[in-house]
């Protein structure tokens, strides 16, 4: 598993771990049962504490993205379609908001979002 940690982002590293593996969730590239490097593992690695792997594997878990059997491992937990659609829609939600924060703050009204997006969305 390929992660990329910025250690000069703003963002803590646990949330960048968490981040990207949610993403490979989403997209497909982990699937149902798929086994995460261990704790250890990957804190070698990313050349990490192993607490800030933990703390990231913890909150996928709360998350309901994986589940941890002790002795075993963290796995891929059984998708939840409807979970993960929503989740999907939160993320385009999100980047759509940016988007019209940065046109208001160009001074753009509604119609002109409303060109633009027909112009995308005719590619």
Known sequence: MKLIINSSSMIPIYEQIVEQIKGMILNGTLQENDILPSVRSL???????ALTVKKAYDSLEQEGLTVTIHGKG??????NQELMKEEQRKEVEADFELAIQKGRRYGMEDKEFREILELILEE
Request: without cysteine; proline residues 0%.
């Open 43 to 49: 804190s070698k690695d990313l050349k990490i504490s």
């Open 74 to 79: 963290t796995f891929v937990a059984a998708a």
